[in-house]
């Protein structure tokens, strides 16, 4: 069995619902208190021990590698105060990580996002973080939960939890058997389904564990909703033959794709900063 050495961050998104500020600064930039959205988002898959890091990006998202890259001026400005030691964590990222980009240059969808992250992915497993979905709390991170739950069960794995029936709408939702305390053997998924149509309120969140034959699966999967090439139909496919399964990860998660899960983990941080 291979390990989960790569990590794929689909970035390529307008994020619309933060205009104006999004007009030229990556959504996936924007701080949580200090430190942005896609820096925690990487952090996390350097706790599961994965360190080549895949981007999809889109227009305007150049910021992104120059986030992730050294910026001489900077450094030679901050060298010896005492604000050098703010740049540290972005330091170690440099210093430990590889980081390869692609563009997607039609919004097709987050399947066909990780459908053209194939050069870069390769024929092996990998993980997915949407930075939207920002997750605190166990000493765990949810990826590096769902990498040991993978080395158990050898198939995709996708991040899920309970949400009100009323927002199924906005998720894709599974239908599965929980073999275990918060493990699910997933036998269908819906898109966005309505609450008459939903199998449960068991909705997928930003993280996932794909087996490399996903990309074959997508290749050969017609555009679902919105006319975008759906994550959730090839998963489908997947979960058909039982290779797929549903984590309920311990940990709390902030939307921050929506400006009132945005402020909610800015709170929480800015609070947990203050208690340090």
Known sequence: MMKINKCLFPVAGFGTRFLPATKAVPKELLPIVTKPLIQYGVEEAMSAKINDM????????????DHFDINYELENTISGTEKETLIESTRNIINNCSFVYSRQTEMLGLGHAILISQPMIGSEPFAVILPDDLCFGSELSVIGQMVKLYERYNCSIVAIEEVPREETHRYGVIAGEEESAGIFRVSDM???PSIDDAPSNLAIIGRYVLTPDIFSILKNTPPGKNNELQITDALRTQAKEGHVIGYKFKRQRYDCGRIEGFMEASNFVNSKNKSL
């Open 190 to 192: 819906v898109e966005k």
């Open 54 to 65: 895949a981007f999809v990006t889109g227009k305007n998202k150049r910021a992104i590698e």
